[in-house]
């Protein structure tokens, strides 16, 4: 199994994966349904996840129900018991890069949340724009969503600048990355370009950085007061295991003065 999904991430473009996802959900729901782990997004159970991963794949770690990967449930459980992105009784205004499938639906029903979608390619964006020149106001959204976006993007300060510019004061971002955390500092090459090297040197065939620790310091340069989140203690051990979380993700909560 682990071979054959190697195969479908690296040979099948990214949007039509996102099209054929939807008639292999409720497929793969059925078949692996048990009581092992837990999805808490939609709260249903499983005698196992799929494996998942461009390069070495990972056990366990996506959801047959919501396609959820171990960021997504880490960031839904932190929205949910941490902040009022469910429960506001004030209408915010949401701006979610390369929406992903675990939330798109679940969001876009939220009556507190005027939610729009950005991506160039994601055949579920409501605007296709570049997130190095994005085509809104400045100061306009109350939260911004951009997970695992900015490792594709050369000009990843740009693309920061970009995010704090159309944030609100007092707005929140969460800018997750994939992130080596025994890195100091951030490695990048721009002269590896053949994808299967990319794939050896930075974990998948579209990414061109490995960000290390420093990576909130940069936020910080931007503009944003950052907090490193480390969730994952805050959660009871068992439950960790429960709903597959990476154990030690940091998830970047950034906000704009």
Known sequence: ?????KLILNTIPRPILIRLSYVARPVLALLLKGSKFTDPIDGKSFRMFLPYGYGSQR????????????????????LKNETDFFTSKEKKKVLHF?????????????????YTTTDLFSPLA???????????DDNQYDIILCNHVLEHIPDDTKAMQELFRVLKPGGMAI?????????ATTFSDDTIIDQKERAKIFGQYDHVRI????????????GFTV??????????????EKYCL???????VCFKK
């Not at 409501?126 to 809104?136: E, H, M, S």
Request: aromatic fraction near 12%.
């Open 1 to 5: 199994m682990k071979k054959l999904f």
């Open 246 to 252: 990476a154990k030690g993700e940091i998830i970047p």
């Open 211 to 222: 960000y290390g620790r420093d990576y909130f310091e940069k936020l910080r340069s931007i």
């Open 175 to 183: 800018l997750q990355i994939p992130q080596d955390l025994s890195r």
């Open 126 to 136: 409501d605007v296709k724009a570049d997130i190095c020149n994005l085509p809104f």
């Open 227 to 240: 907090i490193e989140e480390d969730y994952t203690n805050k959660i009871a051990p068992e439950l960790v």
């Open 59 to 78: 056990n366990n770690v996506l959801s047959p129900s919501t396609l959820s990967l171990e960021r997504h449930r880490l960031l839904w459980l932190y």
């Open 98 to 114: 390369a929406p992903e499938q675990a939330f798109y639906k679940l969001f876009r029903n939220q009556k507190n949340l005027e």
